[in-house]
C-alpha cells in the first residue's frame, strides 16, 4: 500500500506502508519547504530518502519494545513510558484522516494534532 501525505511544509511517501517490501529494512521520502522552481519547470527540493535498517522485522522489533517497557515497569518500578501513546493517537488521527479524504472523494482534510 502506498501511503502519501502532503501538507503546507512538505511531503512524506512510503510505497511499503503496510507489507514491507525486505524484513530488515524500509524507507520513504521526505521533502521539506519545496517550492516551485525558476520557470515552474521543476521543484526547488529533491525528496529525501530515509532509510531505516534492522536486524529484526518490524512486529519482532514492537514485541521487543513492549516486553522492554513492561519489563520496566514491573521490575524497576519506571512509569510508563509517555513517547508511544502521542505517536500511536497522531499515527490514527492521520489514518482517518486518510479515510476520510477518501470517503469524502479524495477532497483534502485537515488533521489537528
Not at 3 to 18: E, F, K, P, Q, W
Not at 34 to 57: C, D, I, M, N, Y
Not at 60 to 65: C, I, N, T
Request: net charge negative.
Amino acid at each position: 500500500m502506498d501511503l502519501s501525505i502532503s501538507a503546507s511544509n512538505g511531503t512524506v511517501r512510503c510505497n511499503d506502508y503496510i507489507i514491507p517490501y525486505a524484513e530488515n529494512c524500509s524507507s520513504f521520502e521526505f521533502t521539506s519547504g519545496a517550492k516551485f522552481a525558476e520557470l515552474h519547470t521543476g521543484w526547488s527540493v529533491v525528496p529525501e530518502e530515509v532509510r531505516v535498517v534492522s536486524q529484526l522485522p518490524q512486529e519482532a522489533l514492537m514485541v521487543q519494545e513492549l516486553s522492554r517497557l513492561a519489563e520496566g515497569i514491573r521490575e524497576f518500578g519506571y512509569p510508563p513510558d509517555k513517547k508511544w501513546p502521542q505517536i500511536s493517537r497522531n499515527t490514527q488521527l492521520v489514518l482517518d484522516a486518510v479515510k476520510k479524504s477518501i470517503d469524502l472523494g479524495y477532497e483534502p482534510v485537515t488533521v489537528l494534532f
